[in-house]
Every structure is written in C-alpha cells, then in structure tokens.
C-alpha cells in the first residue's frame, strides 16, 4: 500500500474505532500545523494498526489499554476504553488488564486506569 493509501487507511480505521463525533472535533483546528501534525499522529498510531501482521484489532485495542494506563495517560487511555465496544474488547478483559498493569507498572497506574474504567461504565449504566 502506498502512502496515500496508508494514510487513508488509517483514517478510516481510527474514525471507525473512535467515532465521527472524536475524530471531527480532533481534526477541525484549520491551523495548517494542526492538520499536518493530526495526519502525523493518524499515519503513525492508526498506521500501525493497518499494516497488517499476526494482532487482531482486539489484540492491538489491549495492547494500547495496557500502554496508556501504564504510562498514566488517562486521557488516551479514556479514549481508547470507550472504544472497545467496536474491538471486541470484553469488560471482563480490561478488568483482567488492570490487574495486570497494576502488577507490573505499579499500583497508581492501575488505581487511576481502574477510575476511569469505572466512570465509563457508569456512564453506559454497567456498573463498575
């Protein structure tokens, strides 16, 4: 696939995952920096995802839970848990990450990845 493609691979694919509504809000600064820079992100992060290879969208949706929790980047970790419903990420397998992180990244990565998976779900009235 050649750039272009790639790139509009990849566009297609994080506004499928992350909604119409994120990506809008995401890409409607008109600053030419801004949009340069968005495409960047877009190629790199969501690149990765479209290349192919033996990860599954559910695989390559834990990996980055797991990633942005234990980096303590909540709000990406936010964005990217409210998105499992179209990875095919199960609740009971971001509970499962969360031990998981907190184990080996450390208790506040886990803790505050555990409240924002909490105020997801009572968002989406699940429960905890």
Same mark, same amino acid.
């Given at each position: ?14 506004? /499928? =995952? ?10 409607? $600064? ?6 340069? +820079? *968005? ?11 479209t290349r192919g290879g033996a990860l599954s969208p559910r695989d ?8 942005t929790a234990a980096l303590g980047r909540m709000?990406?970790? /936010? =964005? ?10 199960? $609740? ?6 969360? +031990? *998981? ?28």
């Open positions: 696939m050649d750039e272009n493609g790639q790139l509009e691979a990849a566009r297609a694919l994080r506004r /499928r =995952l992350l909604g119409d509504a994120y990506v809008d809000r995401a890409t409607a $600064d008109p600053d030419p920096v801004s949009a340069e +820079f *968005q495409d960047y992100i877009t190629s790199m992060a969501w690149g990765v995802w390559r949706s834990l990996l980055v839970l797991a990633m709000e990406e970790f /936010r =964005l990217h848990a409210s998105s499992t419903p179209r990875t095919g990420v199960t $609740d009971e397998e971001i509970d499962e990450l969360l +031990f *998981q992180v907190a184990a080996y990244c450390g208790a506040p990565a886990g803790i505050s990845a555990r409240r924002v998976v909490k105020a997801l779900r009572a968002e989406r009235g699940s429960g905890a």
